[in-house]
């Protein structure tokens, strides 16, 4: 076995060593008839030219992003990595590092989290960010979690353009706190305004909780819904699930949020189906203590040089226990280098230009979509991802076109199965990897199924 | 250290600013096309282009130069013996990076067609199979993204299967040396902690538990082997007597990693328990994640799993995404957005391919018998915490460094200068000053014995009276002590112009 390097001789004289006749009398605290004696029913080991060639009979079955025209988004995108990330990403002394609990020996997954932090809060314009959080939809969760925690009130407020799976989540969380979760239903034809959850919200309101963009695309000002919220004493939660964004559109920050969270995916880290992902998490300097998850923060080493540690522990289950304002232990260390990485090589220049081009697509591809009969853009207003309605259902529709070879939107009715009335709507998702050939054909496609 | 360099880089070991003190405006590490001119359509909020968003511009080169030079600064499992207990720093295979980037894997979007993605849903299925063979076990939630959140994929099930049986029981027993995820996760879901002492040997006490059970109990949380390093004996009966209560046994699979592929949880009688894919199953911490936590579950929990989950059908593979496809199930809800940390799974399924049924029995003996040979070498001048063999970790206590004045922190910050990563410090709780110790299988005899031949110097030069070398170590590396009271008192959370 090639990951283990004790040889027969050295497991006897360890043994020896040790003073026992077997591995097994190691095992003499296991009950009887529990310990096996045999190997379980599964295959023997094999080699690696083996595993990798199963693994990659796996991967064909698979109609791949990269290989098809894609439009898809939902709250995962595709956007292009720049080499150089997954190149950082996988040096062994970043990969194979554990918390940077030893300071003295973590000073570079430290100072990249500080980074981190920076960038968050600087694309969010809020105060501080902490070092992430699972995804997107746990990172609305907790945000949830810490309104009601920070109010001492128990009633949540979610916009019907939250994300269903974010939504899912949260009231998953809030089921056994005794969170209200309260909120109305959305419609990407039917704008939700500040006004339709003004009369939602009194003083045992926590929080108020808005998607922007939401999850049908389209963009909103927060400002006065803000101004509701503080005027009843409860927290302006703003959710977010694509990170180039605030590269075009005014930030979380500058409409009054309090807590700004969402999916740091799109900024460096592959769509993975589905996962490892990178919950990003940010807010005022006021509720700092209230947060979830991992801090990291600047001191000085014995020696007056400027270092970092991981701080404000004291809010963390590893001290607080039962008490501590999360159970969050791991959070996405390795996602969030992408993150830091791709940001990086973006710079000022190169996130606000992605984002335009972003937009360009979309506003490209929603011009395509608009001159097809039979297919309807719906939103005023979006960034990079739209909605559609179409003249037939729309899974069957996206099913017709993956028999062409394109990867279309996500019918609506996968995020809303029991919503007969969104049957017809399909999400239609942008980014700087769609061409204009991807367009033409998405469109020229649409029109064939749809005559 | 006397000798200076001018410009305070040593050697290998560079100075670096943060990527905030470096780059000019305009500058770029990527180069994007010029966007076509188009009606913009942001609806009135577009960003104001006058005000900096404050990201510094760099080139690629000096992107590389930054993290490479960063990655100087970290110790890794590549870098060194890293024996930090209850952690389980095995070598990470790059094969498993391998295969998490073939394409057909890496470029999955969770939203597609299930029909385009059949390859995919086998995959979690394989996952998924192996995972329930070797815990003996009947169903298996594959969604959760860590331990963390597998405890508390574990525990709703359990408030579910209790919910169902109208039962309003609210009190979780948990032995005093868990980690602090387990009374953080409990709380979660509503219930209180109740804690149950160790006896002398860091075990539960059976009679202490015994006596709390009562109808108001919903179950009790172990880990075994334990966080002492040791094997729960009375494991069984414990399982018994919750189950005689009315309860549930939930157990912290973080310690997997010992008897994987000899003690099945299965025939211990629990009813849920995690799997940490990074510990037991060889994905990478990655400072600090992601990680991942499938959770087993008995019959009795198995319908309460959270959704989505992948069946087999004549049609090939599905994903069941809503809590209304019947077919016995109750879900308790669903734990984060899509179906899971899929690029661990893919690197989990490759490390359980590559040891098979035998090399994971191997694996798990190896491991032991590497824990076990650590601690007969390092009791001869270190003080074990509990007599007997321990599982895959050593656990000391402090007693040895007695009238020393030198700390478990002192000593474990010399051991850096030696080259290795230090022990887990001062957990579990239940032992003073713990040193806990886990080399794991993937060491050689000789890197164990070349730490605990480093160790047993230290310890000599402790009991030789140089504690004032102790409190000024780490000598060696790119910071010295820090400071983190201070950086608690006042937070320094992010650069600003201000605070450069």
């Known amino acids: 076995m090639r990951y283990l390097p004790l040889t027969q001789a050295d497991r006897a004289s360890m043994l020896e060593t040790i003073g026992a006749g077997s591995v097994d009398e190691l095992y003499s605290d296991v009950p009887e008839g529990a310990l096996l004696k045999e190997p379980v029913d599964l295959p023997h080991h094999q080699g690696e030219m083996q595993v990798e060639r199963d693994m990659a009979q796996l991967a064909a079955k698979n ?275 992408a993150f830091t990485v791709h940001m990086s090589l973006l710079g000022e220049d190169g996130y606000r230009k992605l984002a335009a081009i972003n937009h360009e697509r979309a506003v490209t591809t929603a011009d395509a979509l608009d001159a097809v009969d039979c297919v309807e853009v719906v939103n005023d207003s979006f960034f990079n991802e739209f909605t559609v309605k179409l003249s037939k259902p729309a899974a069957e529709v996206v099913e017709a076109l993956v028999a062409r070879g394109i990867l279309a939107g996500v019918p609506l009715s996968r995020l809303y199965p029991n919503r007969d009335d969104l049957g017809q709507y399909m999400l239609v998702a942008v980014t700087e990897t769609n061409t204009d050939d991807d367009i033409a054909a998405l469109a020229a496609a649409l029109k064939e199924v749809l005559a | 250290m006397t000798f200076q360099t001018h410009t305070g880089n040593r050697g290998l070991v560079l100075e670096e600013k943060l990527i905030f003190e470096q780059g000019e405006p305009g500058r770029s590490g990527v180069d994007l096309p010029d966007p076509a001119p188009v009606k913009s359509r942001l609806g009135g909020l577009a960003r104001d282009e006058n005000s900096e968003i404050g990201l510094p511009g760099l080139s690629e080169p000096q992107v590389v130069r930054h993290f490479t030079r960063l990655s100087q600064k970290n110790f890794g499992i590549d870098s060194g013996f890293f024996p930090l207990g209850s952690c389980t720093m095995k070598h990470n295979p790059r094969l498993n990076e391998k295969v998490a980037r073939l394409p057909g894997i890496a470029d999955l979007h969770p939203m ?251 694996a798990s003996g190896d491991a032991v018998l590497n824990a076990n040979y650590l601690l007969a070498r390092l009791k001869t001048k270190l003080s074990v915490a509990f007599p007997g063999y321990c599982m895959h970790e050593a656990l000391f206590d402090d007693d040895f460094l007695k009238g020393t004045g030198v700390s478990t922190l002192d000593l474990a910050k010399a051991i850096i200068d030696e080259g290795f990563h230090p022990m887990t410090m001062y957990f579990p709780l239940v032992v003073h000053g713990a040193l806990l110790i886990e080399p794991t299988e993937t060491e050689t005899k000789e890197s164990i014995d070349q730490f605990c031949d480093a160790v047993l110097s230290l310890v000599a030069k402790a009991e030789a009276g140089d504690s004032e070398f102790f409190k000024n170590a780490p000598y060696l590396t790119p910071r010295r002590r820090l400071d983190e009271t201070a950086a608690a008192r006042k937070p320094i959370l992010r650069w600003s112009p201000s605070n450069a």
């Open chain 1, 63 to 337: 109609m791949g992003t990269a290989s098809a025209p894609s439009f898809l988004g939902a709250g995962a995108y595709r956007h292009h990595i720049p080499a150089t990330v997954d190149y950082i990403i996988q040096r062994g002394e970043f990969l194979t590092a554990y918390t940077p609990y030893q300071p003295e020996i973590a000073q570079g997954t430290l100072q990249y989290l500080f980074e981190f932090q920076t960038q968050v809060a600087s694309i969010t314009e809020m105060d501080v960010a902490n070092a992430s959080m699972w995804d997107g939809a746990t990172s609305c969760a907790e945000a949830v979690l810490m309104a009601c925690r920070a109010t001492r009130r128990k009633k949540a407020v979610l916009s019907g353009g939250l994300h269903p799976h974010y939504r899912e989540v949260t009231e998953t969380y809030c089921q056994y706190s005794d969170t209200e979760v309260a909120g109305r239903d959305g419609h990407p034809e039917h704008q939700a305004t500040a006004d339709e959850l003004d009369d939602l919200i009194d003083d045992q309101t926590a929080c108020v909780v808005v998607q922007y963009p939401d999850v049908f695309g389209r963009l909103a000002d927060h400002t006065k819904l803000a101004e509701a919220c503080h005027a009843k004493g409860a927290l302006l939660v703003v959710v977010f699930t694509e990170a180039v964004a605030f590269g075009a559109i005014k930030s979380p920050g500058s409409f009054g949020a309090d807590i700004v969270c969402g999916e740091g995916q799109s900024i460096g880290n592959a769509l993975g189906y589905g996962g490892p992902y990178v919950g990003l998490f940010a807010t005022t300097s006021k509720l700092v203590r209230q947060m979830p998850g991992r801090l990291c923060g600047e001191t000085v080493d014995q020696d007056g040089k400027r270092g970092f540690v991981l701080t404000l522990s004291t809010r963390e289950q590893h001290i607080r226990r039962e008490k501590a304002t999360s159970n969050i232990c791991t959070n996405s260390g390795l996602c969030s280098l």
């Open chain 2, 112 to 362: 597609q067609p299930e029909s385009t993605v059949q390859g995919a849903l086998e995959l979690i299925d394989q996952c998924a199979h192996w995972l329930m063979v070797l815990t003996g076990m009947p169903a298996v939630a594959m969604s959760p993204a860590s331990g963390a959140q597998g405890e508390l994929c574990g525990m709703m099930a359990i408030r579910a299967a209790l919910d169902a049986r109208g039962e309003n029981r609210r009190r979780v027993l948990v032995p005093e040396s868990a980690h602090g995820t387990n009374p953080a996760t409990a709380a979660a879901c509503g219930f209180t902690v109740d804690s149950i002492p160790a006896t002398e040997d860091g075990r539960v006490d059976l009679a202490a538990f015994e006596a709390k059970l009562g109808d108001d109990v919903a179950g009790i949380m172990l880990t075994n082997p334990n966080t002492c390093g040791l094997f729960e004996r009375d494991v069984r009966k414990i399982a018994d007597l919750v189950h005689a209560a009315g309860g549930y046994f939930y157990c912290d699979g973080a310690n997997f990693n010992a008897i994987v592929g000899r003690v099945r949880p299965a025939d211990l009688g629990i009813d849920a328990m995690h799997i940490n894919l990074h510990k037991t199953f060889s994905t990478p911490h990655g400072g600090g994640g992601p990680g991942s936590g499938p959770v087993v579950f008995s019959d009795a929990l198995a319908p309460f799993a959270p959704i989505p989950y992948v069946v087999k059908t004549e049609d090939g593979f599905h994903l069941v995404e809503t809590a209304e496809e019947k077919d016995g199930k109750k879900p308790f809800g669903r734990l984060k957005g899509f179906h899971g940390q899929m690029g661990m799974f893919v690197r989990a399924l490759s490390y359980m391919k590559s040891h098979g049924a035998d090399g994971l029995r191997q």
